[in-house]
């Protein structure tokens, strides 16, 4: 769709839309700004400093925004060289700026269509709940882009008194489209760019101010990491400031998300989008979703609502062995956030204080069975989940681990007792730490279940609460025992030994 507007304008270069990026004048700049040749003469004349400023060198010079008080000990040529990688970098980022502009134009595009569609059967009295009776046609969408690029050759003023928001949006992100693929910006002047077009053009009141892309986010991580620096001159303020914006970015990447899942009724576009921001590795940015888990979870609570309906509706999920798993809608957040990677004990904290915030309470629209049953779901995952062992972040985990280390023998054995007289004191030693660790994780869930229990009433009357509680006696017992029989294994030796 984008591309075919994109084609229509009056650009000079090739436009990215995937492979054919490598030939837009964007990349052709960069790469003739970083010729081997150029490179080549820099290293005979700098030798081994060059590993300093090259691409794979000094992870100092990885950032793509490095602070400016590095370049006043550069000279003219290093600090050109430095300048150059600092553009190949920026060629990336646009690259990535301009596939999510697509994506933007796309969702926004389809989204007006079908809320013109919906319009017009509410206007002729004609409502259907069928979802195939909004699909938007082929047809639909080449006349979009028609009256998109019309648009955008118009004059301004014939234009503005068109007062069509749905084309407004449109022509500015295909002018984004142009302006990304035209010169190679600063870090700085691209994040100015793209909060600049998001303020003045598009749906703030839904997005925020910022634009939702991995590229920008980063780049407002960058700018976090400024501000901190600057702290010790007492730019305080400044750093609260960048902080809340970089906050208030990942709520836009995260409900553009929700919004394109809705638009395209394609969950696995929210679960993408959530994987790709908490996946992000800049510290910034992942301080940010820790500090925003709450709101990050509220979106995708009213989304499940709006996309399933009531919590009788279920969800089939994949679980890592690849089975299918019927689960109550109403879990799926919870499941997409441990499949992210987030510890249980966080997801627990997450949920009592969603528990305690009546307005994140009441905008999720959570019932409190349906709390209990999340509580559930998660106490039970931290205790016996296989999904992924090798990351030992549940009890079964952690103890596959221990057990492919070598550090339990006879753990599982019912016969450990005479077994263990075998082991010398060394492996008793280390079979010692490992039921110790083993014991640690049990008392983590223990202690999490009690003060969940006492935060929320009925919980500890829970059918699934119990089970589950029972099973960690059992495994709490099996592991006492383990040690106890470690434990009188060494004394009968320290005696035997005199």
Known sequence: MADRLLAQSEVEFAVDLGDRYAASGLYAQAAKCHSVQGLRAWCVERGEAARRFSLSGDPKDSSFDAPADDDTTLTPLENSIKQIDLNIRMVGL????VRDTVHLFCVLAVSHLQAAKRERALLSGVISPAPAQHAVSAEEVESFCDEVAAAAAASPNKH????????????????????????????????DLLNLQMRENLKTEQFGFHFPAI??????????????????????????????????????????????ARTLQQPRILSNSLKDLLALSDVAVRESCARSLKRLSVVLHVYARS???????????????????EIPAFLWPAWRLAECGQPFDTLINLYLSLEEDELAKQQSRLESTELQTIFCWIFDQWLTSQDDVAAASTYVGLLHRLTEAGDLPYFASSVSGPLLSQLNEEERARADVAAQQLTDSLLQIELAMGCASRSLGGLKDNRHFVGVNSRLAIIKQQVAEYRAALHKQAVTDRFTSF
């Open 215 to 260: 590229a920008a986010l980063r780049l407002q991580g960058q700018c976090v990491a400024t501000a901190a620096v600057r702290r010790l001159n007492a730019y305080t303020e400044e750093e609260e400031i960048a902080k809340n914006e970089l906050d208030n970015a990942c709520m836009a990447f995260l409900s553009f998300g929700a919004a394109a």
């Open 160 to 191: 503005s008194r068109q007062n069509n928001s749905a084309v407004d949006d449109c022509r500015s992100l295909l002018s984004l489209l142009i302006d990304l693929q035209r010169v190679v910006y600063a870090p700085l002047e691209l994040l």
């Open 94 to 97: 646009q690259r990535a700026l």
């Open 307 to 325: 996309q399933w309906g009531n919590s009788n509706k279920e969800v089939t999920m994949v679980n890592a062995e690849g089975e299918a798993v």
